[in-house]
């Protein structure tokens, strides 16, 4: 799989496209990836720059992942939902796949606006979605530690991340993570043996639903 990333500090932190490309390997999987980011960047800013279109047009990548301004979906979905839309548009133009990345609220806020923004438009457009603020939703109610928001209550600290990276595994690539000898430093090996069980029982458990 050959993916690009766009999005900005919620996808380059902790560098989950490396740990989604690590996971992938370890079960014989090969990602190759390339992350576009800009600090606190919207979709739109994206498209306006162009570096995403130029990269998206060598035709180099069958997925592409999109990631919106962290709050733009709850200030303004039907803003969200039009850059979503256009990117959409250049994606299929060259073949590849849309993925929509949700991710999720600052700590102790709802999660149910970022999670309808995101499966509204993914319905819309036959998008695949990697419901990450969901499983954090259904994580945090059930389990206090670790704590998956970094110190702003903002971005996401390693188990955060970890974590999303175990549903991009489960929702691209049908893996089960829970199985998964990943050592990650400055992470537990029992945190992250918890995290990928985490992440694939609510996958089972929300697609039950």
């Not at 490309?21 to 162009?50: C, D, F, P, T, Y």
């Not at 499983?135 to 209550?153: G, K, M």
Request: hydrophobic share 45%; charged share 15%; aromatic share 6%.
């Amino acid at each position: 799989m050959r993916i690009l990333f766009v999005g900005n500090s919620f996808t380059s932190r902790n560098d989950l496209p490396g740990l989604i490309a690590a996971m992938a390997a370890e079960r014989g999987i090969a990602v190759g990836h390339k992350l576009i980011s800009a600090g606190g960047a919207s979709l739109r800013q994206h498209l306006n720059a162009g570096k995403a279109l130029a990269e998206l047009a060598t035709g180099n990548y069958d997925t592409v992942v999109l990631q919106e301004q962290s709050t733009l979906p709850l200030k303004n979905p039907a803003r969200m939902h039009e850059n979503i839309r256009d990117f959409h548009t250049a994606i299929t133009e060259v073949g590849a796949q849309t993925v929509l990345y949700m991710t999720w609220s600052r700590k102790n806020q709802p999660q149910a606006p970022f999670t309808a923004a995101y499966a509204t438009i993914a319905a819309e457009l036959g998008a695949t979605l990697v419901p990450a603020g969901l499983i954090w939703e259904h994580f945090q109610a059930a389990h206090p530690t670790p704590s998956l928001h970094d110190a702003d209550d903002s971005h996401p600290a390693l188990a955060g991340s970890y974590l999303t990276a175990c549903v991009f595994l489960i929702t691209l690539l049908h893996e089960d993570p829970s199985q998964l000898d990943l050592p990650v430093k400055g992470l537990p090996e029992e945190t992250a043996a918890a995290l990928r069980r985490a992440a694939w029982t609510i996958s089972e458990l929300i697609a039950g639903v």
